[in-house]
């Protein structure tokens, strides 16, 4: 299984050849410390969000691995051999010793729309948006956390209108990915382009739809975008739209803390930066 933004892995054609990989666990980063206990088997960590969890339920621990640039002192780190091979046996055979884990959920969705596979669909898309049955975009990736107020994000998804397509990366997709908000003429109204890293992607369906429609100002597009921060990688994403040209981005729940009033001055000046406010405000003024 897969947990948490290893949920494209399901989608890399690379991996389509093994059989025994057999979905996705759980939802967002921050389920782990209740997810990893009713998953019973061994988890492998190969990048960040592993959180140190707090007293009884630290006892999954004993079963949690780690590798690359992942790691905490509790856990057994998988380091490559003089070879360059990793041993992961000792996760193989405790995994035979484990329980198998408890159900959580059922289903299934939609992902892999990174920029090759879009693209593959432009025409069909381009079709949608001149027709009118595609009336707008919203780019809604970035970051999710434990806090109530990223139930914005679930409420927005939901009341966007039937025309309108979400272009998502990132862990902030499952505010919403599971949610039932059906196509438009066979095109997911979710095109889940990946990971955070994806939302490269997400820029580059943008430039390409400038192109096919012949617009000199890509801030021209049908493209709202509505980022969700929470901590490096999405101010990452946000300095590359703007670089790009993008203009009128909102980002929330909350500004980064160290955005100071200068530096606010000038993205509010200059890109013309947004924040949230309310379901209803937004999904009228965006």
């Known amino acids: 299984y897969t947990h948490s933004e290893m949920l494209p892995g399901n989608s890399y054609p690379f991996f389509k050849k093994y059989e025994n990989l057999v979905g996705n666990y759980g939802g967002s980063w921050w389920h782990q410390t209740k997810e990893f206990i009713s998953f019973n088997g061994p988890v492998l960590f190969t990048s960040n969000c592993l959180v140190p969890p707090r ?14 640039s992942a790691g905490m002192p509790e856990c057994k780190h998988i380091s490559e051999n003089e070879n360059g091979v990793k041993d992961f046996s000792e996760i193989i055979e405790q995994a035979k010793t484990c329980d198998p884990p408890l159900e959580i959920e059922k289903g299934e969705i939609y992902g892999g729309f990174a920029h090759n596979q879009v ?85 580059v369906i943008a430039l390409k739809l400038k192109d096919a429609f012949g617009l000199k100002d890509i801030n021209d597009l049908p493209i709202v975008f509505n980022i969700a921060w929470y901590e490096q990688k999405a101010v990452l994403v946000l300095l590359s739209l703007l670089y790009l040209g993008f203009k009128k981005i909102h980002i ?27 379901v209803e405000n937004d999904i009228k003024n965006f």
Request: overall charge neutral; charged content about 20%.
């Open 55 to 68: 007293g009884a339920i630290a006892e999954y621990l004993n079963r949690v691995y780690t590798t690359n």
């Open 252 to 278: 929330g729940p909350t500004l980064p803390a160290f955005l100071t009033p200068n530096v606010l001055k000038v993205l509010v000046d200059n890109f013309e930066l947004g924040t949230i406010s309310t």
């Open 119 to 203: 693209l593959n669909l432009a025409d069909k898309v381009i079709e949608a948006v001149k027709s009118g049955a595609i009336k707008k975009f919203y780019v809604m990736a970035g970051c999710d956390a434990r806090m109530q107020d990223r139930k914005y994000y679930t409420d927005f998804a939901l009341a966007l209108p039937k025309d309108t397509v979400i272009l998502t990366a990132g862990c902030a997709k499952y505010r919403y990915n599971k949610l039932d908000l059906g196509d438009i003429g066979g095109i997911p109204r979710v095109l889940d382009a990946g990971q955070c890293n994806d939302s490269y992607s997400l820029a």
